[in-house]
């Protein structure tokens, strides 16, 4: 359903406003789409699979074959207890790519591509891109070290050389990404797209509250500190968010914790929603803006930078 050259024809700039736990809805993807980049959100945002369904109408309904796709994030892992609910809706929907995180993409790849839809699975490690080429995923999205979220580690410029030398399909590039410039920079290294997340966040039409927003404009990528304490699983988090929350980011609790604290203190901050994500690219967040803004100044960057590579 997808062909490589006409997605890339529809689009300003080859960038996925990436999905974001909390952040991105209905406003932000719409917002992402008319500006002519993919707009991405996990299911997981929706309270119910009817909220999902009313969603999936709102953003299909602004979409079309000649807009940039919206693109829906399911979350594979096994805990996930809504994944088949939320398949079926997805699959009413019929959107043209799907995005599986946190684990194979099996368990959804024939009924998306039953209904002639595309899988695109994140990998963090040459063997997670392995198992996802086997399990038949169409395009990989490649979480690189210092990715906003749960982080990737390995290094972007030797992952896509070790990737692109078994993968021919759709290669983003997760993390690090917050100008056009280094949209035209992962071109040269093979990628065809680019995640861009933190960036978003830092838009009018993104859900996260105007402190969050405000806290990304003023951060570098000094604040950003890797820690597994909040999710379990290694997340960027920004240092300053800790603070406030009346943590010490030398002596965080023991991971997990912080969320069984809220059991025994109602006033414990509560990951995701106190405890804020924001990846390496911060350091190219300077104001918060409409998403038609940030999307028309990212493609003029792009230009410039294939135009005149270098400085
Ligand atoms: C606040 C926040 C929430 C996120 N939630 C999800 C999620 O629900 N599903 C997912 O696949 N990735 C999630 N991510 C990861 C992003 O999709 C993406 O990989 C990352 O933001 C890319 O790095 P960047 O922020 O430096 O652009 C999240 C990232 C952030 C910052």
């Not at 994944?83 to 993409?105: F, M, N, Y």
Request: aromatic share 6%; with cysteine; hydrophobic share 45%.
């Amino acid at each position: 359903m997808v062909e490589g050259t006409s997605l890339r024809e529809r689009l300003s700039v080859p960038v996925i406003a990436a999905p974001m736990f909390l952040v991105s809805g209905p406003e932000l993807v719409i917002a992402a789409v008319r500006a002519g980049v993919m707009g991405s959100f996990p299911t997981a945002n929706c309270r119910t699979v009817e909220q999902l369904d009313d969603w999936m109408s709102q953003m299909m309904a602004a979409s079309g074959p000649a807009t940039a796709p919206v693109v829906p994030n399911l979350i594979v892992h096994r805990t996930n207890s809504r994944l088949a609910d939320d398949l079926e809706v997805i699959c009413r929907h019929r959107p043209e790519i799907v995005i599986a995180s946190v684990g194979s993409p099996e368990p959804i790849i024939d009924r998306i591509r039953g209904y002639g839809g595309q899988v695109w699975a994140d990998v963090a490690s040459m063997r997670h891109a392995e198992k996802a080429i086997a399990a038949g995923a169409d395009g990989l999205i490649l979480l690189t070290g210092g990715a906003g979220g749960q982080t990737g580690w390995a290094n972007p410029f030797a992952f896509a050389r070790g990737v692109r030398a078994i993968h021919d399909g759709p290669m983003v590039l997760a993390g690090g990404v917050s100008d056009g410039r280094a949209i035209a920079a992962a071109e040269v290294l093979g990628f065809d797209y680019c995640y861009m997340g933190t960036h978003f966040i830092a838009t009018e039409e993104s859900m996260a509250v105007q402190r969050y927003k405000d806290m990304l404009v003023a951060a570098s990528l000094d604040d950003v500190q890797l820690t597994d304490a909040i999710t379990g699983l290694d997340t960027s988090i920004l240092r300053p968010s800790l603070i406030a929350a009346g943590l010490d980011p030398k002596n965080l609790p023991v991971r997990d914790s912080i969320e069984i604290s809220k059991d025994i203190n109602p006033d414990a901050p509560r990951r995701w929603k106190d405890i804020w994500s924001g990846g390496h690219s911060v350091e190219g967040v300077r104001r918060v803006q409409p998403v038609a803004d940030l999307v028309r100044e990212v493609a003029n960057q792009y230009q410039q930078a294939r135009i005149q590579p270098g400085r």
